[in-house]
Every structure is written in structure tokens, then in C-alpha cells.
């Protein structure tokens, strides 16, 4: 019995211990030793789990227009298409092609347009949320209006 309970605590242990990475430092100028712990995710998430690559669409808000028409591809080799049309403008239609990365968790997607402040998504099941500038869901009375479905 007592065999069985410190097997069952060194197991525990293990696993406990094999779910963080830790890494050590030397700080060369003061020569002192930093240890760093971190918990990598584990498990499912948007970039392994979903079938996210496809087309998107939706009617996102627009400040001095009638809306605009988004259209988002996402290829599997991290390129994507991105058309716009700015719906009530004279000059509405654009399209720009480029790459995204993922973030760390694997939920959110950055493409690399524009250069200034890049476009975040959050990736869910056949859906793209868009983010604000710091990759935050938009609250608010229109935030439903912000969200892109899949259409093949």
C-alpha cells in the first residue's frame, strides 16, 4: 500500500514537472544564474484542430460608408487574399495579397497588411473575428458585425 501511494506521487510529480519548461540563464556581467519558468500550451487549439484554411466573408462596419465587404482567403502555406469594398464609395474595391503568422496560443491570426497597424483575427470554428489594434476582441454595441464566416 505505502509502495503504491509513493508511486502515485512520484508519477504525479513527473507529470506536473514534464508540463513546464524551464529554462536557465547566466547573466554574464553580474555572473549570477536566473532561472525562467514557463507552461507551454497543450492540447488542441485553432491552428492544429480547426480546419481554418478557406474563404471568408462578412459586412464589417465602416466610419463614412455604407459598410464593407470583406472577403479573406487563408491558404495552408500561411499566404492569404484579402478584398475589400468599401460599399457607398467611388473608389471602394481593393485587394491585397500577402502572409499571416499565428500568435503563440494558436488562436489568433496577424496578417502582414497594413504595414502600421496589421489586421488580428481570432480564428474559431468557420468563423474570423477581427481584433483592435492591441488583439482584443471589439466590444460594443456592433461587435457581432465584426465577425467573418466561412464559405467553402
Request: hydrophobic share 30%; charged share 25%; with cysteine.
Amino acid at each position: 500500500m505505502i509502495k503504491q501511494r509513493h508511486l502515485s506521487i512520484a508519477l504525479t510529480t513527473i507529470l506536473l514537472w514534464s508540463c513546464n519548461s524551464e529554462t536557465k540563464h547566466t547573466d554574464v556581467a553580474n555572473n549570477i544564474q536566473v532561472e525562467a519558468t514557463s507552461t507551454l500550451p497543450i492540447g488542441d487549439n485553432a491552428q492544429n484542430a480547426l480546419d481554418w484554411n478557406g474563404t471568408y466573408k462578412g459586412l464589417t462596419p465602416c466610419a463614412d460608408c455604407e459598410g464593407i465587404e470583406t472577403e479573406l482567403t487563408l491558404n495552408l502555406d500561411h499566404s492569404y487574399i484579402l478584398k475589400t469594398n468599401y460599399k457607398g464609395k467611388e473608389m471602394n474595391n481593393f485587394e491585397e495579397k500577402g502572409n499571416f503568422k499565428w500568435d503563440e496560443t494558436g488562436s489568433k491570426i496577424t496578417l502582414d497588411y497594413p504595414k502600421e497597424n496589421p489586421y488580428g483575427y481570432f480564428v474559431g470554428e468557420n468563423t474570423l473575428t477581427e481584433l483592435d489594434g492591441e488583439g482584443k476582441k471589439i466590444k460594443g454595441p456592433n461587435e457581432e458585425f465584426y465577425l467573418l464566416n466561412k464559405i467553402n
